[in-house]
C-alpha cells in the first residue's frame, strides 16, 4: 500500500508543478500579476509551513533523495507544493493511508488470535 500512496503523492506533486508553471507563465504573458502572484503566495506559503512544521510526506513513504547533501529539504519542499494543492487530494491520499494502516492493525490482530 506504500508504494500505491507514493505513485499518489508522487502524481499530485508532479501535476501541481505542470499547473502551477502553465498558470503562472499565462498569467505572466496576458499580464495578470494578481493571479499570477496569487498562485506564487500559495506555493511560497504552504513549502513555508511544511518546512516550518517539518512535515515531509516522502519521507514518512520511505523516500530518500539521492545526490544531495542534505536531503530532507527536498521531501520538504515537494510536501510542501503536494499540500498545495488543496484538501481535498490531501484528504483522499490521507483516508487511504488510514484505511490500509487499519487493515495491518485487523490482520495483525486476527494472526495473533
Not at 503566495?41 to 510526506?57: K, M, Q, T, Y
Amino acid at each position: 500500500m506504500t508504494s500505491i500512496a507514493l505513485m499518489m503523492v508522487s502524481a499530485v506533486t508532479v501535476e501541481a508543478l505542470v499547473q502551477y508553471a502553465k498558470t503562472i507563465g499565462s498569467m505572466a504573458v496576458q499580464k495578470q500579476y494578481k493571479t499570477a502572484l496569487t498562485q506564487l503566495a500559495a506555493l511560497f506559503l504552504s513549502v513555508g509551513l511544511c518546512i516550518s512544521a517539518d512535515v515531509n510526506v516522502y519521507g514518512v513513504l520511505g523516500v530518500r533523495f539521492a545526490g544531495f547533501a542534505s536531503r530532507d529539504w527536498i521531501g520538504l519542499v515537494l510536501t510542501g507544493i503536494f499540500a498545495s494543492r488543496g484538501a481535498n487530494y490531501a484528504a483522499d491520499i490521507l483516508k487511504c493511508l488510514q484505511t490500509a494502516a487499519q487493515g495491518k492493525r485487523e490482520e495483525k490482530n486476527g494472526s495473533e488470535a
